[in-house]
Each structure stands twice: as structure tokens, then as C-alpha cells.
């Protein structure tokens, strides 16, 4: 089978013509949550699985892209697809589809929510994996309920180079009558929201207009027309996953769960290489005595979350490894980051084509402001930064396919 020389290429005939092929699996999932935004997608799906779950509710989970294996792109109720149950739904996708053009992610979707439509479950929770208006995801006609996280500058040259533009594609995701959670929004970007969600006649639940999430004593403070919830901060850490965890809330009341299934949400919750410390394997020994952290973000508004996140930890000088791809704003992402880090040490993103070379990586961060040298692998990296400061803290990040390189090396 040849598939589609482009990447990406966002239109939706492939994906409609080999959903028929193999009977239309879209029209027989259980209740759909479908998730879109910018940043915090993956986060706020995990946020609502761990609470639906913690109520005894089956759930399957769709994310993009995958850091360590593909099989985590899958969950078929609560657990990782085999690999037998994947060889299964991606030989019969493949031999559907009959050789015609089609993308890499176009034919795992329609493989995913195959295997979704054979296998019992409660709920099916799908993150869009670009845009939203013209993503393989969204085929689903009446989902349960959709998510918009906050939408910023990202893949400008698919989506648009202005917050419009790109939340028009995001807004893509309402649909006629169905509730539609909406995260922190720029004006700009809410307004093209509320536009589409009155064209569809969709009922919207709107951060500081229907519900409202702040942190008071360490305690996360919720708040809607059901009432108040005082409960745990995230476990997720940062800031930023407090406005995440009130989106999560507010999908888990507007499905009608309960308090328990709220607090389940922000206490159970796992979503890797989002500022995670790592505290085993190869890495992190190597790293002794010094911390290790790890984290996916690859945009300005990431950037910026990041800082804010690192403000908040424990005073201790803070260190980079970064590497990144080239469709990517570098100097965007870094800027705010140069506040609050001792130094930078770029690195290529190993087997990625679109990586930027460690030398180009380290301009642009001493562009910014920020001390930067290179080294030739994370390794190399963590060796050089420790050997100056033994008690750093040491921070991974720029990309999702460092951070998933980063987890396959930790576990050598």
C-alpha cells in the first residue's frame, strides 16, 4: 500500500472513504468526549479518564502522538491495545484501504476507532491530533460532549497564521445541540468559538463565564451553578493544569459524575513528559545526585507555562537540554525560559529529519538571552551539566520525540 506522500495533508475523503470500507466503526462507538486545543489536550483527557474510571466506568482513549511505543496512542477500555488486537485492526485497515493514498495517521484513526467500535465500553475519549475542523477525528456526528483547550499559536502553516484562523479550525469540533467545554481562550479565539457554537446551536460552558477554577490554601477551588468543589491540587504539576483540571471538571458535571469522580481527576491523573520528575532507570542514574525532569511542550505558550511551573518549584538552579524540529518557533518557545534557567545545552532530536542541528538550537537561545552550548547526545548533556553543578536540576525538553527518545534511552 503507498501511503500519502505528504505528512499531513487535512482534508477528509481519504478518512470517509475508508471508514465505509470497513463498515463505518464511527456510528457504533460508546458516548464520545472529543478534545481539541492547542495545549493541555492530553493532560485534560487523562484528567477526565482517571475520574470516569474512578467511578467504575470503562473508557477508551485515542492521543497523538505516541512518546515511547505507538500502542500508547490506543487504550481499548482502561488498557494499552496488545499487539496482536493492533496487528489485527491495522492489517484489516490496510487491506480495506486497497493501496489507495492515504496518511500515516489517517489509517491508525480509522484503525483505532475500529478496534473502539468492537470492543464494549462505557465511554471513548478521542484527542484531536491536528486542527480540528478537518481532523481524522472528527467523523463522529453527535459526540457526548467536545473540549476546546486554550488555543494559541501553533502549525501556522496548516491551521493559519492568525488566533482566528486557528480557532476556527479548532471550533471545527462543535456540533449541532452537543454541550462544548471551553478552556481559558484568548478574546480573539473565543469569539470565533462562540460564533460557531451559536451557528450550531451548541450549548457552550465557558471558563469565567460558566465555570470558574482557582487555587486557595493548596487547594484546588472549583466552581459552577452546581455549586463549589474544594479539593486536591493536580497531580499534574504546574499552573497551567489548574485551568486544565477545571475544563476536566466541568466535562466530568456536564456528563452528570459526581464529586468523587472530580477529586479522581486531579489526584489520579498520569500524563507522561508533562514536567514529570523522573525518578528510575539508566538516565536518572546517570543524573545522580542531580534531578531529572522531562517535558514535551514545543510552543510559545508552552514556553511560558514552563517558566511559570519552574517559578514554582523548589529553588534550585535549573539546567536545559533542548532540542526541537524546524517547524517550530525556537525563539518563541524560549524566550520565557531564559528568566529562570541557568543554562541551555542543545542536542539534535535523534532519527528526526525535521530536527534543528544542536549549533542552530544554541543561537537561537543565546538570541533570547540564555547561556547555551551543545553536545552530541542527552548523555553527553547530563555528564557535562553535572560535572559543573552536581545538585542541578535538569530539565529535558522542546519536543515530544525528544521526550519520547528520552524515555525509551531511561529504560535501557
Avoid at 47 to 55: F, K, S, Y
Avoid at 121 to 146: I, K, S, W
Avoid at 273 to 302: F, I, S, Y
Avoid at 396 to 412: D, F, K, P, Q, T
Wanted: with cysteine; charged share 20%; aromatic share 4%.
Amino acid at each position: 500500500m503507498a501511503l500519502h506522500p505528504k505528512v499531513m495533508d487535512l482534508v477528509l475523503d481519504r478518512v470517509w472513504r475508508l471508514l465505509n470500507a470497513v463498515g463505518n466503526p464511527q456510528d457504533r462507538l460508546p458516548p464520545v468526549i472529543h478534545v481539541a486545543g492547542t495545549n493541555g489536550k492530553g493532560s485534560t483527557q487523562a484528567m477526565i479518564r482517571a475520574g470516569l474510571e474512578a467511578g467504575g466506568a470503562t473508557v477508551h482513549a485515542y492521543t497523538s502522538p505516541h512518546l515511547a511505543r505507538f500502542h500508547e496512542r490506543i487504550r481499548l477500555a482502561g488498557d494499552l491495545i496488545s499487539e496482536e488486537a493492533l496487528t489485527d485492526v491495522l492489517d484489516r485497515c490496510y487491506a480495506a484501504n486497497g493501496g489507495a493514498q492515504i496518511t500515516y495517521f489517517e489509517i491508525t484513526t480509522v484503525a483505532a476507532l475500529l478496534a473502539f467500535a468492537e470492543t464494549p465500553a462505557d465511554y471513548a475519549l478521542l484527542e484531536v491530533g491536528l486542527g480540528g475542523r478537518l481532523d481524522a477525528t472528527n467523523v463522529v456526528a453527535a459526540p457526548a460532549l467536545t473540549i476546546i483547550t486554550p488555543v494559541d499559536l501553533d502549525h501556522q502553516q496548516f491551521l493559519g497564521e492568525t488566533l482566528p484562523e486557528i480557532a476556527g479550525e479548532k471550533a471545527g469540533i462543535i456540533k449541532r445541540g452537543v454541550p462544548c467545554v471551553v478552556g481559558p481562550q484568548h478574546n480573539a479565539a473565543l469569539e470565533v468559538i462562540e460564533r460557531q457554537a451559536a451557528r450550531r446551536g451548541a450549548p457552550l460552558l465557558v471558563h469565567g463565564q460558566h465555570w470558574h477554577v482557582s487555587t486557595e490554601r493548596d487547594r484546588l477551588i472549583y466552581q459552577d451553578d452546581t455549586g463549589l468543589l474544594d479539593l486536591p491540587l493536580p497531580v499534574l504539576r504546574g499552573p497551567h493544569q489548574i485551568m486544565n483540571a477545571g475544563a476536566a471538571i466541568a466535562a466530568l458535571r456536564a456528563l452528570g459524575k459526581d464529586e468523587a469522580a472530580c477529586e479522581a481527576a486531579v489526584t489520579r491523573a498520569y500524563w507522561p513528559a508533562r514536567m514529570e520528575k523522573l525518578t528510575q532507570g539508566a538516565l536518572v542514574d546517570l543524573a545522580r545526585p542531580a534531578e531529572l525532569w522531562l517535558d514535551g511542550g514545543h510552543n510559545p505558550a508552552a514556553g511560558q507555562m514552563l517558566a511559570a511551573t519552574l517559578r514554582g518549584e523548589a529553588a534550585r538552579p535549573t539546567h536545559l537540554i533542548c532540542g526541537m524540529l524546524n517547524t517550530k518557533d525556537i525563539a518563541g518557545y524560549m524566550a520565557p525560559l531564559a528568566a529562570v534557567a541557568a543554562s541551555l545545552t542543545a542536542v539534535s532530536i535523534p532519527g528526526e529529519a525535521n530536527t534543528i542541528p544542536a549549533e542552530q538550537t544554541a543561537e537561537v537561545a543565546r538570541s533570547v538571552g540564555l547561556s547555551a552550548d551543545v553536545a552530541p547526545d542527552v548523555q553527553a548533556a547530563i555528564a557535562a551539566i553535572t560535572a559543573q553543578d552536581a545538585n542541578a536540576r535538569i530539565l529535558i525538553c522542546g519536543s515530544l520525540y525528544l521526550a519520547g527518545h528520552v524515555m525509551r534511552e531511561n529504560r535501557a
